[in-house]
């Protein structure tokens, strides 16, 4: 059974730090690409960062690019997002996935980030 477990959010002040963590169960995760994305109410997702089987391809999005970092332990079935510099606009739930799961529909709980200004 595959799931995807984020965590590591929380309530900061701009300008602080957080680091996110997700751990994948059910699926050969070395094998994958993983992505970040975050939802802020009434908003569509966003994509942020992926990173690609062994971490030697990266991208970001314009708006987290020099801020945030992507990466991965596949070891430990895991990916992270360092991010750094925090905005209130970074107000959001933050989610990893695969694009596999992404296209099936399948989402975790996501981790809520909450950035006081």
């Known amino acids: 059974q595959v799931q995807l477990v984020e965590s590591g959010g929380g309530l900061v002040q701009a300008g602080d730090s957080l680091r996110l963590s997700c751990a994948a169960s059910?699926?050969?995760?070395?094998?994958?690409?993983m992505g970040w994305f975050r939802q802020a109410p009434g908003t569509e997702r966003e994509f942020l960062a992926a990173i690609n089987w062994n971490g030697a391809k990266i991208y970001y999005a314009d708006s987290v690019k020099g801020r945030f970092t992507i990466s991965r332990d596949n070891a430990k079935n895991t990916v992270h997002l360092q991010m750094n510099s925090l905005k209130p606009e970074d107000t959001a739930v933050y989610y990893c996935n695969t694009e596999q799961l992404r296209r099936r529909g399948y989402w975790g709980q996501g981790s809520q980030v909450t950035v006081s200004s």
């Open positions: 059910g699926l050969r995760f070395g094998d994958h690409e």
